[in-house]
Each structure stands twice: as C-alpha cells, then as structure tokens.
C-alpha cells in the first residue's frame, strides 16, 4: 500500500498585510486622554510568551513591538504613561543562539511556502539567527514576558539557567522572574498567566501527566498539568508582590486552549475517496480490517470497528490511551477465527487500544504532516521482529493502519482534564482580582467569541480560522499583531471601566496579520 496521502491545509486567499482602516484614529486633542486613578508612569507587564510578542513559532523583533504591552504602552503615552522597555531581540528571523551555535528546540519563526501545485503551508525560516543568550542585556525592563514559563516558574529561583529566554535579560542567575518584575517598582501592572500551566499538555496531545494533587512543582515534566493549589499559591504570591507598593493592575484569565487553530484545523475525517492515494485502497482495507472488526464485535466492542467509506470522508484510526487494553484478547479471538498466530499477536498489539476518530476528539496542527504517511519506527520495528517489508509498510501508514499516537491526538479524557485545570485557575484569578480590587479580563470569554463567529472590528471580523482568520499566527497557538491588539483593547477597556480612565484604543486594522517574509 501506498504511503503518500497529503493533507493540504487550506490556505487560500490569505491577506498578507494589514487591511487599509475604514476610520481615521480619532486622536486629535491629547488633553482629552487621562489615567484617571491609575498611575502609569511604570507599567510592568509580567508572564508568559503572550506577553513577551511570541508569534510563528519563535520570538522575534516585529512580533516584539506588536507585543500587546507594547501596544498599550503608546496609548498610555497619551495618558501620562513614562517609558516602556522590553528586552528586544537582534533579528526578525527568531531562533537562538548559545556562543555562537543554534540552540535546538528554539528555532526560526514560521513563514508561508508555496508548494508546486500553489499550496501554502507553514514553514521555518531558513536563516540563521544572530540573538545569542551570551550578550546579557542589562535591563532592567517593562516587559517581563518569558516564552515558556508556566505560573510557579516566575516564582523560581534560578530560572534564568533554566529558560534561555530569561537567561538574556535576567538580573542574575539567582533571580526570580516576579522579583525582577517587581523591583522596577510598578505603578500599574498586567499579569497574564496560567497558559502554559495546560498548553503543553494539550499540544502534547496529552502526553503529560494531570500532577493534581503533587503540590511539588520541582518533580512535574514539561508536558504536565500544574495542581491547582500549585497555581493559587504562585499566583497569589505574584500579585501580592507586584501590589506590595500600591500599584493597581489588570488580570487575565486562561482562555480554552483547545479553541485556538492548533486544535480545530485538522478535521478528524481527512480521509478522503478522492484522493487518488487513499480511494483505490478502500475496499483492501476493510477487507483486511473485516476479520478485526469480528473480534471487535466478539468482544463487546463493536464501536471500535475500523471501516472506511467510499463516499465519504473517512475518520483517522487513533490511539486511545483511555481505552482499555484488548491486545490479548484480541490476539486470542483472531487465533480461533483461524489466523496465524504471528499476525493475530501483531494485531492485538496494534489495535488493543484503537478506534476510529470523531468529532469530539482533537488532532493538533502537526498531525497534518504525518497522517496517510509511513510511520518509519513502526515498520523498522516490525522488519526487526521478522515482518516482510511489504507486509510491514501496509501495517505502518499513520491514522490507516497504524493507530494515529497519543501526541496527535487530543482525546475527550484528556480534554476534560484540562477545562477541570482551567475552571480551577480561573476561579483563582478571580476570587484574586476582587480580594485586591483589581481590574480583570475575560480571556476566556472574548477569545470564545473570537473563536465561535468572530470579532467585528473597524477592518473585517476576527476569526480564529487558520492562516486566514486574522487573529492567530503561523503556530496556531499565538496571535498576530492584530490579534494583540485586539487583547490590547480588551486591557484597556477594562483600565477606562475600573479606574475611570480614557485611553485611545487602537484601530485593529492598522495591524498586520500573517506574513510570508522576514520583513513585515
């Protein structure tokens, strides 16, 4: 069988630049802006990748400038609003470098690719980046965003030799995040954490354990769920330094990750009878899955049955991690039906925990590049254990015949650890943001809309849409400039609500959306 299925994601039509505004900013007499009970004459913006500009994959400078802290910064110039720094990389290419060499894992931004037939797809920069962690910068600034932290990582010590974003522009290797932030002293502050606390476990495909319960952080993987007690007591110790001296601030809860485009963009029925590579093969393969499908049905599973359609779109085979192990059995029940068994092991083992996609399963982004295409670990794993080539490579093509993985795949059990996680944090940021009388965004809610029909702006409407909806970057976790801007306003907004000022939003449409070369 073939190994060539293609999922090509539609990128069509894609505005490359920012949309021409439909109004002129209404900015004509500056003494009609004020901060009302708010001082911003030191704004300190403290968390995560959302903070620091993160956008394509990687940080780089123009996604630093369309940073939503710095956004607002220029409104609140309007507003008695000082100065406002941020620790700014070399290039527009992303990527670090340690004493010259590339550091794995922190590699260039993504740009579009137009492939031979006209299809875009993202794909990293090919060039080298010239921000090496070596050149400290010595500070201090405004914009204490670190791609990468999760909530008790601002509170940990020594977290500069750990995170090579913080290693650039940490006061010293000993520091915390949250003291740096708060030794600038803030007037006015925006705290905007908890993301990554879920986010990875999530891109992951949930490959991480829910550490619910472990109140100790230092044992946690990269992938892990942060325990909820974990998170309010970082939290709380956050806001508690950032506020030591008066200043007021806004907080931002954790919106539903499994909203962005990094979850919703490959259906879980790619599988088309079309596609000349897949089509042909339809009644091959439920012939060949016919005799699983029996045992399936022998065994009281018959909802595990794998079959394809030949008139419509065909749901991904997948690895459910949540379902119980039938490897055994069904290797016992394929025996007795007659197959060798040498086959009928190798299909236990590899349909024990399958079934076929639905809707309410998740493939992330990256599986696009896998599905319909040969899973080499497997089939080398197979030739090793005496398999033929051929009969290996048919038992071996990723989301047909090889269960699609657990990082692939965001299943239902995995998605509700999640929202459990979330709710928890969110009702931290809460109860905090009242206890302290400070002001609070809804993340979650106005990101939901952003997500479900759009946000109308002054330029078009805002959609969370892969590659064409405005809102997000190439990474598909990230916002464009035009989406900071659109967080941007949502800040604001709260700041003229809770402390009676009048700032200027901006126009979302003087911000750009996704770009295809390093210089936009």
């Keep these: 069988m073939k190994n060539t299925f293609k999922i090509v994601l539609g990128l069509l039509a894609i505005g490359l630049v920012s949309c021409d505004a439909e109004f002129e900013t209404a900015v004509s007499d500056e003494g009609f802006y004020d901060s009302g009970s708010a ?50 990389v070399n290039d527009n290419f992303g990527g670090l470098l340690s004493n010259g060499t590339p550091i794995p894992g922190f590699g260039t931004r993504f740009v579009l690719s137009v492939d031979d037939q006209g299809n875009r797809a993202p794909v990293r920069l090919d060039e080298m980046p010239t921000t090496d962690i070596s050149n400290v910068l010595p500070g201090p600034f405004n914009n204490m965003g670190v791609p990468g932290a999760k909530s008790f990582h601002l509170s940990t010590p020594g977290y500069a030799t750990l995170n090579p974003y913080f290693t650039r522009f940490a006061t010293s290797t000993s520091t915390t995040v ?12 925006t705290l905007w954490i908890g993301n990554n606390d879920i986010l990875s476990f999530a891109t992951s495909g949930g490959t991480g354990v829910d550490q619910t319960g472990n109140f100790d952080p230092s044992t946690y993987g990269p992938n892990d769920i942060t325990d909820p007690n974990v998170f309010a007591a970082a939290y709380s110790g956050q806001v508690d330094a950032l506020t030591a001296n008066g200043a007021d601030g806004v907080l931002l809860n954790i919106a539903d990750v499994t909203s962005i485009p990094y979850f919703t963009t490959v259906p879980f029925a790619p599988l088309s009878p079309l596609d000349p590579n897949f089509g042909p093969q339809i009644p091959t393969l439920n012939a060949t899955f016919t005799p699983l499908n029996q045992a399936f049905a022998f065994l009281g599973v018959p909802e595990r049955s794998i079959v394809f359609s030949q008139t419509a779109a065909s749901s991904l085979v997948i690895h459910d991690e949540g379902l119980a192990d039938l490897s055994a059995q069904l290797a016992a029940v394929l025996v007795g039906g007659g197959l060798d068994p040498v086959t ?41 254990a005496g398999v033929p080539p051929a009969t290996a490579g048919q038992l071996s093509v990723n989301g047909v015949t090889y269960p699609m993985e657990d990082q692939f795949v965001l299943v239902p059990v995995e998605q509700q650890m999640i929202a459990t996680a979330a709710a928890a944090y969110n009702a931290t940021i809460q109860a905090i943001a009242d206890a302290k009388d400070l002001g609070f965004v809804d993340a979650k809610a106005n990101l939901a809309q952003v997500a479900n029909g759009g946000v109308v702006y002054d330029g078009g409407v805002l959609t969370s849409t892969f590659g064409t909806g405005g809102a997000f970057s190439l990474d598909g976790v990230h916002p464009t400039p035009r989406g900071y801007a659109y967080v941007s306003n949502l800040i604001i907004n709260e700041m003229n609500r809770k402390y009676n000022a009048h700032i200027p939003t901006v126009l979302i449409s003087d911000y750009a959306t996704i770009t295809a070369a390093n210089n936009n």
């Excluded at 949250?178 to 502050?189: E, G, S, V, Y």
């Excluded at 190798?346 to 899973?375: C, E, T």
């Design 344 to 384: 009928a092991g190798l299909y236990g083992q590899q349909f024990g925990q399958a079934r076929q996609a639905n809707a309410g399963d998740l493939p992330v982004l990256v599986s696009s590049g896998v599905i319909g295409k040969l899973n080499q670990g497997r089939f080398d794993a197979l030739v090793a």
């Design 178 to 189: 949250i003291a740096d932030a708060a030794a600038m002293n803030p007037t006015f502050f």
């Design 39 to 88: 001082d911003l004459s030191r704004y300190v913006a403290v968390g995560n990748s959302l903070t620091a500009g993160y956008a394509d994959g990687s940080l780089y400078l123009s996604g630093q400038e369309n940073s939503y802290p710095n956004i607002m910064a220029q409104q609140f110039a309007f507003a008695g609003g000082g100065d406002f720094t941020q620790p700014l």
